[in-house]
């Protein structure tokens, strides 16, 4: 299941950008043997990242002094095996 929650913020000054994070190797987790398989491509350079992003705070949050705004629109994502149906 993927959840995506659109929170609703307000922009306030420029800061610089988060640092670019290499990709890991490898997946850790405990599964069987056979169950999954994840690989990486080839890391490609696609775009370049500008130097600064926006600092935000949440909008009209539920609680004066709340760190986190709440949650605008929600999408729920479902996901099954390909031989379970139902």
Request: proline share 6%.
């Amino acid at each position: 299941m993927i959840t995506l929650r659109i929170k609703q913020i307000d922009r306030m000054s420029g800061r610089p950008a988060n640092t670019i994070q290499e990709i890991p190797q490898t997946i850790l987790g405990k599964r069987k043997a056979g169950e999954l398989r994840v690989v990486f491509g080839d890391e490609k350079q696609v775009y370049e990242q500008y130097s600064t992003t926006w600092s935000v705070k949440p909008h009209a949050p539920d609680v004066p002094g709340a760190k986190t705004a709440r949650t605008y629109v929600s999408f729920v994502f479902r996901y099954r095996s390909r031989g379970k149906h139902g």
